[in-house]
């Protein structure tokens, strides 16, 4: 009789500890939009462009923190990360003109590099069991919306008492406090479909000529543009488009009286939606076709964001789009590092993931830059949200070709591994 091992290890535990909290802070910042804004009289663009940076620089520390965790050690890089992470955070405060602002918004891209999926993720992988390893990637997962349900409210709240500058102190220091969760990080390196021998280099070369590898890594395109948009804009969008909260209904009897409060309570909706939906994607995940459970969320997502800016924008269809688009919000992560787990192997996964996350920052970035830049150009958000519905088409597609089958087993054609 075989003894099940358990899915909730210390390790999946202070992970998603960390994840949490370094989600709730990275997913509050579109609350600091319009206060930055008028308080220096900056265009839209300038506060977009320094969040835009900071999904690009997130995305290039990705892989470095990865490569760094699987050289000098897990626990190493979460601390450089969170240490990277405060101290932008605290300059930034000091930040009074776009320039600064943009420069240090780098130090915070990283600083989420080093606490957030790529290291994490890599770790909970490899402390996981086969049967529980889809699950236990969706629950850190999860912990990502957990953060973001409460992220965006406790920002919108915490400036109703004290300036945007001393918000950014508080928010340096929950990272730091973050660190209490690091010693459960012990995670064993354990072998996988590619020889744990083989060195990394050997592995990128593997994967740089998969063809599949690269269509993991543009499907992840449209991800990040459609989470860099809404985390970064949705909040200014609604409290500047949407029609009024009427007085006795149900919005207003739970306190939500202004489109700024709506706006915030938005983002915290999509996490809680998400936390269910990241959980489902998990369950699926070992048990259908990841690729094709990808499709199928990038199809919904299009259809989604089509009809919600196809009808006039109410506080009820805030509502049902929050919910609706939550559902599948982060639903993508554990599917793509499962795949990307699944067909190269655990041993470095991290850095892989990262590089596939770096295609999701590369979105995230023109998302939120060109939302900021539309905006000031037309006054408006229309035509970034029909970009978001093509890329989201487009990421349906690319999956579909995927090999979803591990690189080692595959059949030689031609002299070489089929793609």
Known sequence: MTTRTPLFTPVLIGGSIIILISFAIRASFGVFQIPIAEEFGWPRAEFSLAIAIQNLAWGIGQ???????ERFGDRRAIILGALTYAAGLLLSALATTPGQ???LEILVGFGIAGTGFGVILAVVGRAASDENRSMALAVATAAGSAGQVFGAPLAEWLLGMMPWQSVFAVFAIAVLASLAALPMMRAPVLASHTAIDEGLGAILRKAFRDPSYSLIFLGFFSCGYQLGFITAHFPAFVTEVCGPIQS???LDGLGIRSTSALGAIAISLI???NIG?????????NRFSKKYLLAGIYTARTLIAAAFILVPMTPATVVLFSVSMGALWLATVPLTSGLVAYIYGLRYMGTLYGIVFFS?????FLGVWLGGRMYDLTGGYTVVWWVGVGVGAF???VHLPVQER?????????GALAA
Do not use: K
């Open 395 to 397: 990421s349906a597609l």
């Open 360 to 364: 999701h920052q590369l979105g995230a």
């Open 277 to 285: 939906g990241t959980l489902m994607a998990g369950w699926l995940g």
């Open 63 to 69: 892989p470095i923190f990865a490569a760094f965790a």
């Open 406 to 414: 591990p690189l080692d087993q595959r059949p030689p054609r031609g």
């Open 248 to 250: 006795g209904g149900l």
């Open 101 to 103: 602002h943009q420069l």
């Open 271 to 273: 996490g809680v939606a």
